[in-house]
Structure formats: C-alpha cells, structure tokens
C-alpha cells in the first residue's frame, strides 16, 4: 500500500487491524476486488471502504462513495478530510437537473443514492474514470423507495461495461450471500465487535440478558428514564429511541429531571446549550431543548434543524451530553456509540398501515450503537417490555431473531415505470430487448426463481412503456423504443413520470396563474407530507379555485392547509408563528424547502416545455420565494448576498436600502448599524454589491 496511505492511517491511531479488516483485505479489497461488507458497528468496514477509494484515487481512478441521506454525505466528508493532503475529495447531493462536469476535478466524490443514479442519467464524460463505487448502508436495498434506485445505479454500470469495483457495507442483510452473488462480490461476514455486546430485554425493574444473567436497576422513573440514568450513574451514556417526536421531548425531560434528582448533572454543557440557542431559528424548541441540553440531555428529531442536530450529536461524543432521546426513524443517521442503548418502542405509527412492528433489521441498526471503543468494556442493548409475555416475545423477535433478507422493489409499478424512463431517456436502452437485458442486472430479476423470468419482465415492462407512451414520454416503432423530448427532461429532471403527468395536466388546465395554485400544484406530489394542523387560509383556498377545477375533498383540504403554512413562510411571518400554528418546525421547513426547490423547478420547465411560458416564469419566482422564504421584492437581496437571510434582508428593505446599487453605494458605518449587522458582515455585503456592479449584475431574478 502507497507509504502515504500507511502515514495517514497510523496518525489516526490504527495500529493494528480487526480480524473482519484482515479478512477484508484478504477477500482483495484493496486488488480491484468486488467485497460485500457485512460485518458489526464499529468493526472497522468505513475505513476499508474510505482506503479504498483513496486508493484509486492515488492510483489516477476515480471512487465514488454513496451514501443514502444528505446528513451521512457531509458526515463522510468530514472523515475523509484526514486525507485531504493526498487527494481532492468532493460531494454532490442535490440539483439532479446537472451531470457536474465540475466532479471530474475530484478523485473521491460522495454522492446520495438518487444523486448517483441521476448522474447516470446524465452520463458525463468522467464516467469512463470511476474505478470504485461504495455503497454504505447496502441493506437499503430493500427499502421500497431507495432500493430500486440502487438497482439502477448496478444495472447502469454494468451496461457501460466499466471495470468497477463495488464494495458493499451493512452490519445488517439477512440474506447476505444472495446479494453478494448479485454484486458478484466477495462476501465478508463478521459479528465480530471491539466492544463486547450485550442484549436484554427489561421488565420490573430487571434486565433480563440472552446470556440468561440480570441485572437490576434501581434507579428512579418509568422504565425508559430508569435504563438511561443508570447507565449514567455507572459512568457512561445512554442512546434512547423511541417512536414519536412528542416522545422524545418528553422523555428527554423527564431524564434530565431525574438526573438532577440523582445530582447527575455534568458540568460544561451549558457553553454547548448557547451554541444550541444560537443556531436555532426556533426561540421556542431552541430554548426547550437548550433547557435540557445545560442538564446534559437532549431530544434528537426531525423538527430541529441540521445544524443543531450537528451540535446535539457533537455534544454527547464529546460526553457533554450523557443522554440523548431520538425517533426510531432516525436511527440510521445517528451515529453515536453509547454505553446503553434504550429501545422504548418496537412499534410504530404509519399512517397507511396504522401500527407496526419495527423490522429486526432495524433493531439490529439500533443495538449495533452501543458499546464506545476504548472508553465502554461491554455495551448493552436493551428492549423495554410491559409485561411478561411482551418480554419473553421481544427476547425471542428481536434479541434472537433473524434478520430479515431484503428484497427487492424495483418491479412494482411505480418504480419500474420511474427506472424504465431512466433507462431509455439516459440512453441505456433502445429496445424492449435492450429493457429486458437492463432488468436482468437487477436484484429484482435475480430474486425470480423462475424459468418464465424473462417472460414475465418483457410483460410487466410492455405494459409500463404503454402507459409512459400515453402520457407523451416515449414513442414506440414495434419492439424499439424512443424517449420524446418531453420524456428525456423528465428523466434528466429525476422525476416520477407520474407526478411530471401530473404536473403537466395542472399546467396545462389552469386558467390563470396565482401564487396559491403555483404552491397547490408543486405540492401534489406525494413526496411532500401533509401539514395536519392548522386551518387552510382563505385567500389562498380560493386562489386555488379561482385558478383550477379541483375537488373541495379531504385531499384537497391537507394541499390547501400546506399551501397555507408556505404561503405564510414566502409572507414572512415568524418561524415561531408557524410552528405553533402549523405543528410544522425548522427541521420540517426545510424538507419543505429542499422538496419545492427540485419539484418547483422542475414543474417549471415541464410548463416551458409544453408551451406555458407565463407558468415557467411564475413558477420559477414561487420555487425562488419559498427557497429563501421571501416575499417577491426581497428576491433580488437575497439570492445575490452570502449572508444575508430572510430576516437581514427585510432590514435592508426596510431602512432604504432596497438595490444592489443601494447598498453598493452605502457606508459600512451606515450598514453596520442596522439590527443584526455588524461591521465584518458590513463590510462584506458592500463588497459583493460593488463587486456585482463592477460585473454588471444587478441581483435580478
């Protein structure tokens, strides 16, 4: 291996190899080999994985490294920063309308999975340079919507014929030998841990283990606080998930109380409590969680923000932190070892399903967290039960249960139809012959056990390519194939051609164009949630029916209630203020936000492409205002000034300074002393704004 490789990993403290590393290496992923990685948390798969892709790049190929959410991507980031002096590294996550010619410049780019797959689609001419692709978390491939796309993605390389190296992580695929065969990788399977783990479940006040032994916890509380403030008075921490965000919030404080009682309190979290007041938008949930945070507990959800998430999770690897209480559903992105991990709910609510048993897998996601390298001698897993019988069926579910295999999502419907646009838009097939080929290279086809498997997927793709024909987005000649104009954009945009179908009917009914039906449209897409609280405003109810013939159903009323919540947050109104009228938090906007600027500019130029120039404008001005949360006269502040928000923007507005040339010619003296400017950001707004003059931009949208 490079010297240099060798000098980096011995900065970082590895000594020696974990015998699943060993086997690894001697499976040949460090020789071009294809490995599938399915070993325990914190046996050391990641570093293999990053070696690998440093690796190629230090031999002139390039890795990619997908990851299947945009928080794990900057987290990767951040790893792969102790290598920055041997290779550039980059990531792209967003814009799937781009093929970021810009990534050739790199020679490790982490990518999310539909990233991945829409720069498939784009083909760019550094593709022929990938020599490694890595898929973190592989077990996704199961999940009903990322899995296909991962799917895709093989299938994709595989047909451009380059000499990838795939190299697979998961500590949790049941069937990991059919997926491995699949990859055509070499399988490395290891429940090998550094830290020794052990797995009960707890019922009046014991903590029965699978080994047969108990413990008793006498700390004070429902089970839930108990288990964690034990695991703190012994000297460590404790990770506790649970099913709802209100749990969260609840528990965290009833932890943070019980700690106090027991005088558990850590010294040092309260300079990390203003950290977390600062960065939220919030004043209320910044201030509840704040509360808890200067206790040394937290609540970790999707209704805070990204950044005060960063600091809750910096916070307890740094041990300011001794409890941290989040959603199951979050469980993948948390990457926090701790001395006890507390499962409160094995159940869930869905809204489709009602309730639900979390699969093993998940479990196994959950359990495999605990244990802290060289701080913790064992870690502990722990199942809460109510009752005798619950316990004895968690022992025997989750703590001796199998994990599930995944299986495959890619021929149902909706995602065949998404996949075969791809597939022919991208390029990738020109035929029903060439789909069927493409197919064959997926998990799905693989997992037919059947001699009529090419029979039946030239049937189920025969009939999606009918429906992708009617809708405009293919044309077909006998058994060829061709993607319209229409459909090419629609791949390119990484749209369901269902919503673009969607979209394109809106547009082409609506009779005039108003702000609410431009936000009733983009948020019919079944990708967005549904804002339940609240009541719809009725200026923007009757937008939508000025403009549109739709049905006042209950459907109707969660889009308009929806609509209302954005058309506050583009008026300005206090982020508070929503929240508390809305149920609807920063960590919220901004899956709202994300959302509507892919689908808002995508639904543009469907508009533009279908001749509906007026609605590509004025839904091109909707997508820009709910981006930064703006009302229109405040566009042209904010998408031209770095550091200027919402907030700073209307104070410009305000006090006269309405232009670039406005500002351009103000004092820094004048600047600074407007709310929420001092005299560097002064500075440096006036900068940009003669810097764009000088240029001749004017900050028009």
Known sequence: MDARLVAVLKERGVGRLFPPQVEAVRAGIFDGRSVLLCTATASGKSLLAEVAAVKAGLE?????YAVPLKALAYEKLVHFSYYRGLVKVGVSTGDFDSDDRRLHEFDVVVVTYEKLDSLLRHRPN????????????????GDPRRGPVLESIVAKLRHLGLKTQFIGLSATVGNAGEVAAWLGARLVESSWRPVPLREGVYHGGVIRFSDGSMQRVNAPG????????????GGGQALVFTNSRSSTVRLAKAVAKAMETAGLVPRGAKALAEEVLRASSSKIIGRELAD????????????????????????????????????????AGVNLPARRVVVADYERFDPALGREEIPVLEYRQMAGRAGRPGLDPYGEAVLVAKSKGE????????????????RSHILTEPNLRAHVLGAVGGGYAKSLDDLVDFFSNTLGAAQMKTSLRLSILRSKIGGVVEELVEWGFLERDGDFVYATELGRQVARLYLDPEVAAGYIRLINSLRAGNVPAYLYLVLTAPDFPRVRRGRADKRVVEGILAALDVEEDEEFEDLARTASMLMAWIEEVDEDVIYEKFDVAPGDLRVYVDLFQWLGNAAAKLARLVGREEHGRGLEVVTARVVYGVREELLGLVTSLRGVGRVRARTLYNFGYRTIEDIARATVREIASLPGFG?????????QARQMLAEGLRGEV
Do not use: C, P
């Open 60 to 64: 002139g190929r390039m890795a990619l």
């Open 126 to 141: 550094w593709l022929g340079l990938v020599g490694v692709v890595v898929v973190d978390e592989i077990h996704y491939l």
């Open 222 to 233: 429902d089970a839930e606080v108990a288990l964690a403030v034990d695991a703190v008075a």
């Open 292 to 331: 808890l945070v200067a206790r040394g507990v937290a609540f970790h959800n999707a209704g805070l923000e990204l950044e005060v998430r960063r600091l809750v999770e910096d916070g307890f690897r740094r041990g300011l932190l001794k409890v941290v209480v989040s959603t199951t559903t979050l469980a």
């Open 391 to 406: 316990a004895e069926y968690l022992m025997e579910r989750y703590v001796r249960g199998q994990v599930e295999g995944v």
């Open 679 to 687: 005299e560097k950001l002064a500075e440096s707004v006036i900068e």
